[in-house]
């Protein structure tokens, strides 16, 4: 069973390696498992994006999709400071200032106040951005070329 993210990397002439991690839609939400996030500090982490410009980046031409994501993905992380949940009263002997998502985001970081599946999907999408992924939600049709 998956973790409901689909991960692609692309290369483009212009626009150079495109990493992306994008959230596998139910039947009524393109959302996903990530619907969880919206109405959520969480939510500013996971870009949508239409799909048509995810259909030409696949066939080669990644600019209208780097244009619509936005920021690195670090930046992007960087979004929501909020510190570790192990790192407040002294529960965690490695705490540091590092503890917070971005790019120096340690492999234990646990977000604060949030139910097990919730913090599972928000762990996902942070480990993603941190290794320079842009998560993104797919709106709209795509198209494949045969």
Known sequence: M???FRRIDLTDAEQGPVRLTVVI???DDPWGVAACLRGTPWECLVREVDGESVSHAVHGYA???V???GPHPHAVA??????CALSDGDQCV???PACVPGPRMPDCFDPPD???DV????TTVLVDLRAGRHVVVVTGSEFVLL
């Open 67 to 69: 244009r619509r994501m």
């Open 114 to 116: 949030l139910s097990p």
């Open 25 to 27: 839609p139910r039947p």
């Open 94 to 96: 490695g705490a540091s």
């Open 63 to 65: 600019t209208p999709l």
């Open 119 to 122: 913090a599972a999907v928000v």
């Open 78 to 83: 960087r979004r929501v400071r909020v510190p």
């Open 2 to 4: 998956g973790d409901g």
